[in-house]
Nanobody, 117 residues
Framework: QVQLVESGGGLVQPGGSLRLSCAADGMTFRFYAMGWYRQAPGKQRELVAR???????NYADSVKGRFTCSRDNAKNTVYLQMNSLKPEDTAVYYC???????????WGQGTQVTVSS
């Protein structure tokens, strides 16, 4: 059974930083593209950052230069370093693992990030 478990969310002031982690279990992690998505109240879930199995990354325009996505295949973990946080970054952040060719996709349960003074 595949599990993706996020951690690291919380309350932070504007301009602050958080690092989210997503630990994967039950999957051959290194073969998966991993992504971070977020969903704010009343809004659709959106892609924040994605890292392919070979380490290539892409980011939503709204977070470019502030967020960094990385992975550690030895630890089966993907990270999202979030700097210069803004109130509009407030959302539930979800980890996603995808292997398109095999039509495999998994989601974590989400972790709340709140940016507020």
């Amino acid at each position: 059974q595949v599990q993706l478990v996020e951690s690291g969310g919380g309350l932070v002031q504007p301009g602050g930083s958080l690092r989210l982690s997503c630990a994967a279990d039950g999957m051959t992690f290194r073969f998966y593209a991993m992504g971070w998505y977020r969903q704010a109240p009343g809004k659709q879930r959106e892609l924040v950052a994605r890292i392919t199995s070979d380490g290539s990354t892409n980011y939503a325009d709204s977070v470019k230069g502030r967020f960094t996505c990385s992975r550690d295949n030895a630890k089966n973990t993907v990270y999202l370093q979030m700097n210069s946080l803004k109130p509009e970054d407030t959302a539930v952040y979800y980890c996603n693992g995808e292997r398109k060719f095999y039509k495999q996709e998994y989601w974590g349960q989400g972790t709340q990030v709140t940016v507020s003074s």
